[in-house]
Structure formats: structure tokens, C-alpha cells
């Protein structure tokens, strides 16, 4: 299960942004999917709540959005539909995939303590 050595890795980077605002409770951690990235959501989302106790994700939860694959011709420009052959049928081009594997950390929300208490 792949999904553990992805979060594992989102972890590291989450610290690694944490580390830059001492005291900061990270609260929320956006992570963006593709849906060809090879990634069970439901399994990375499990992952994540097993692995963060006695991380800096340890109050953390995790949202994730889902990306759908976008195919285009890389002469034309030409945006190939959903369920259509990978070439496009003005030019012959083979498409390129735009987007939809990736795996992409977003955004952090950290709560800060407040000193003037």
C-alpha cells in the first residue's frame, strides 16, 4: 500500500513548513489528487489518520481534493473529451496529458498561539 510512503512523505513536508512558525498547531493540511496518480483516496485519508499521532499533524485533518484527467493536444491545443481516443482529430496529434496525475500538497492551516494572553 503506496498510500503510507505518500503520507509519510506529506508529513515530512508539512513539518518541514511548520518548522518556520514555532508553536503553530497545524490544523487542516489540502492536498490535491489526480485521478490517475494511483491513489485510493479512501486509503490515503485512512493513512493519514494512522500515521500523524506523534507528528506535527497530530491534531490535523486532512482534505482532499479530487482532480479529473484533462487531456490536450500539445500542437493545437486542442482539449481532447472525456472518453474520446487520445488523438486529435483536427491536427492527428497524439494527446499529452494536462493534468490529473498529480499529487500535490496545497495548503497548510496553522493556528497560532496567542502571546497576549
Do not use: N
Not at 490544523?27 to 491513489?39: D, K, T, Y
Not at 500523524?52 to 500542437?75: L, Q, Y
Not at 486542442?78 to 498529480?102: F, H, M, N, Q, W
Amino acid at each position: 500500500m503506496h498510500e503510507y510512503s505518500i503520507v509519510s512523505a506529506l508529513v515530512d513536508k508539512v513539518e518541514a513548513q511548520a518548522r518556520a512558525h514555532p508553536g503553530a498547531i497545524v490544523r487542516v493540511v489540502h492536498v490535491a489528487i489526480g485521478e490517475l496518480a494511483g491513489v485510493e483516496i479512501e486509503l490515503l485519508v485512512t493513512a493519514f489518520d494512522t500515521f500523524k499521532p506523534k507528528t506535527v499533524c497530530a491534531a490535523a485533518a486532512i482534505a482532499v481534493e479530487s482532480r479529473p484527467a484533462r487531456w490536450r493536444c500539445p500542437k493545437c491545443k486542442t482539449v481532447i473529451a472525456r472518453g474520446e481516443k487520445l488523438r486529435c482529430e483536427p491536427c492527428a496529434s497524439p494527446a499529452r496529458l494536462e493534468s490529473g496525475d498529480e499529487i500535490m500538497l496545497q495548503r497548510i492551516e496553522l493556528e497560532m498561539e496567542d502571546d497576549d494572553v
